[in-house]
């Protein structure tokens, strides 16, 4: 079982930034493959990036390359995404998750434990 807690959103302008952090509970974290993603209502929840367990493999969404960055530090049993050059088309609640599976995956039917979200504002 891992429980998962996001944090770090907020309001923030155009061309700003922000960190999420995603603290996680349990001993197991570093096997787990960790993913981000998001969901504004209506909408389908999107894949934004994801790192495996050691931290060598990432995977970006086109929509976000080269302006967010995942990494993760097992010791602290956290993952973040790193959020530069926000656009008001990043507005979304964000959410972390953790998948079993050994290749980094972008489809959330393959994550099995997820955080509660955090809302993510870009203003114009």
């Known amino acids: 079982q891992v429980q998962l807690v996001e944090s770090g959103g907020g309001l923030v302008q155009a061309g700003g930034s922000l960190r999420l952090s995603c603290a996680a509970s349990?001993?197991?974290?570093?096997?787990?493959?960790m993913g981000w993603f998001r969901q504004i209502p209506g909408k389908e929840r999107e894949f934004v990036a994801a790192?495996?367990?050691?931290?060598?493999?990432?995977r970006y969404a086109d929509s976000v390359k080269g302006r967010f960055t995942i990494s993760r530090d097992n010791a602290k049993n956290t993952v973040y995404l790193q959020m530069n050059s926000l656009k008001p088309e990043d507005t979304a609640v964000y959410y972390c998750?953790?998948?079993?599976?050994?290749?980094?995956?972008?489809?959330?039917?393959?994550?099995?434990?997820w955080g509660q979200g955090t809302r993510v504002t870009v203003s114009s």
């Open positions: 349990g001993r197991t974290f570093s096997t787990y493959a």
């Open positions: 790192i495996n367990w050691n931290g060598r493999t990432t």
């Open positions: 998750a953790a998948s079993r599976i050994v290749v980094v995956t972008t489809t959330p039917d393959e994550y099995r434990y």
